[in-house]
T-cell receptor, first 113, second 112 residues
């Protein structure tokens, strides 16, 4: 497709389980970002990829969170041993270069029971 | 640190003009973005300002004053479909700081 694609669109899981969220950026976009949006909060930066490397991981809230990007394209955000406070919408964005406007996917709504 | 303030909610009438303000205090500045986000949907890019002044794009305009740490988004000829949240975001100085820092958003309700 032409836009950023994220899957799954919704994920409900039990506390303590691991989850993987996927992002397919716009073709040709070298920069990829993960954000988190909690109810009543602004978008919170998690991690930034330039190609396959992550020069800025400063937003990852704990070592339970990790992300990788392969082939300069698809990225996976993994949350281990999920907690209820991890419940949020996880948004992925990509841009042609790191100083260009970011284009967002529809997000994954994660609910931890 | 980064601090971005914008009103939580605004209401305006169809056909009217509305101005959504955003003030920011950031460590360095390399551009300000406005995004529109309808409920349950992805934020969509509206405008980008890096120099002082007004950028006009159809019914939407965005203004920036770097010395005042201030921006506004102006929406003209409001339509019902403009009911959405409007997010102000700042990109800090250059380097590896390509991430955006977002305000909490302004929820705009357009009424008849």
């Amino acid at each position: 497709g032409a836009g950023v694609s994220q899957s799954p669109s919704n994920k409900v899981t039990e506390k303590g389980k691991d989850v993987e969220l996927r992002c397919d950026p716009i073709s040709g976009h070298t920069a990829l970002y993960w954000y988190r949006q909690s109810l009543g909060q602004g978008l919170e930066f998690l991690i930034y990829f330039q190609g396959n490397s992550a020069p800025d991981k400063s937003g990852l809230p704990s070592d339970r969170f990790s992300a990788e990007r392969t082939g300069g394209s698809v990225s996976t955000l993994t949350i281990q041993r999920t907690q209820q406070e991890d419940s949020a919408v996880y948004l992925c964005a990509s841009s042609f270069r790191d100083n260009q406007p970011q284009h967002f996917g529809d997000g994954t709504r994660l609910s931890i029971l | 640190g980064q601090n971005i303030d914008q009103p939580t909610e605004m209401t305006a009438t169809e056909g009217a003009i509305v101005q959504i303000n955003c003030t920011y205090q950031t460590s360095g500045f390399n551009g300000l973005f406005w995004y529109q986000q309808h409920a349950g949907e992805a934020p969509t890019f509206l405008s980008y300002n890096v120099l002082d002044g007004l950028e006009e794009k159809g019914r939407f305009s965005s203004f920036l004053s770097r010395s005042k740490g201030y921006s506004y988004l102006l929406l003209k000829e409001l339509q019902m479909k403009d009911s959405a949240s409007y997010l102000c975001a700042v990109r800090p100085a250059t380097g590896t700081a390509s991430k955006l820092t977002f305000g909490t958003g302004t929820r705009l309700q357009v009424t008849l």
